[in-house]
């Protein structure tokens, strides 16, 4: 897990406690204290399969792992609410995207 130290206030934080805001495909990393911009993460995408869950059956697992083990456990969280969900529902739409384009690609042919 990456650390950081905010500039402006020097507050440490690391990835998963830092404050992201989503700028299109990539995600902006700020600092939760005071706001400021610190850089830019990995996308919406790679940073949902890294996030490591702290409850349920699957705690202390990532969501690439559950997904990998247990895809339904994926959709199941997507219905919930809070970061967590809004990571799942983001692996649920990179999948279908991922699928649509392997379809789209199909039919070109
Ligand atoms: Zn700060």
Do not use: W
């Not at 399969?49 to 202390?60: A, D, L, P, Q, R």
């Not at 792992?65 to 997507?78: D, H, K, N, T, V």
């Not at 809070?82 to 692996?91: E, F, L, M, P, S």
């Amino acid at each position: 897990m990456k650390n950081y130290k905010c500039q402006k206030c020097d507050a440490s934080f690391n990835e998963q406690t830092a404050e992201h805001q989503e700028a299109g495909k990539h995600i902006k990393i700020v600092c939760p204290v005071c706001g400021f911009y610190i850089g830019f993460a990995q996308t919406a995408d790679e940073l949902g399969k890294n996030y490591v869950i702290e409850f349920g059956k699957h705690s202390g697992k990532t969501l690439g792992e559950i997904e990998a083990s247990e895809p339904g456990y994926i959709a199941f969280l997507a219905r919930g609410r809070g970061k967590v969900a809004r990571y799942c529902q983001k692996r649920l739409e990179s999948k279908n995207t991922n699928r649509n384009r392997q379809l789209a690609g199909k039919n070109q042919k």
